[in-house]
């Protein structure tokens, strides 16, 4: 069984840093997703991350947000910088199997364990 738990969320000032973390047991060979949602908009991708490291970013974060992962430790990063209030939403890590451990794709769909979220707040 996958149980996924996001952490490091927080308030932070126009151009600041976060980094957060997603704890995924059991999920070594799995893909791993971000996502978020903001107050009343539906959720969207942030990028995704194979078992073999291949990262996918959509276009609004691209150059700003960075995906990591330990293996080892079965943790997965996503370090964000020069955030926006554009930025403001309950962000989620979510897994999910792909055969190709080089593949994944920033698809809810194709995701079958999600955490909880943890809530990132961009404002002065």
């Known amino acids: 069984q996958v149980q996924l738990v996001e952490s490091g969320g927080g308030l932070v000032q126009p151009g600041g840093s976060l980094r957060l973390s997603c704890a995924a047991s059991?999920?070594?060979?799995?893909?791993v997703g971000w996502f978020r949602q903001a107050p009343g908009k539906e959720r969207e991708g942030v990028g995704c991350?194979?078992?073999?490291?291949?990262?996918k970013y959509v276009d609004s974060v691209k150059g700003r947000f960075t995906l990591s992962r330990d293996n080892a430790k079965n943790t997965i990063d996503l370090q964000m910088n020069s955030l926006n209030p554009e930025d403001t939403a309950v962000y989620y890590c979510?897994?999910?199997?792909?055969?190709?451990?080089?593949?994944?794709?920033?698809?809810?769909?194709?995701?079958?364990?999600w955490g909880q979220g943890t809530q990132v707040t961009v404002s002065s």
């Open positions: 979510a897994s999910g199997y792909y055969t190709d451990s080089q593949r994944c794709a920033v698809v809810e769909a194709d995701y079958n364990y």
């Open positions: 059991g999920a070594t060979f799995y893909a």
């Open positions: 991350i194979s078992s073999d490291k291949i990262t």
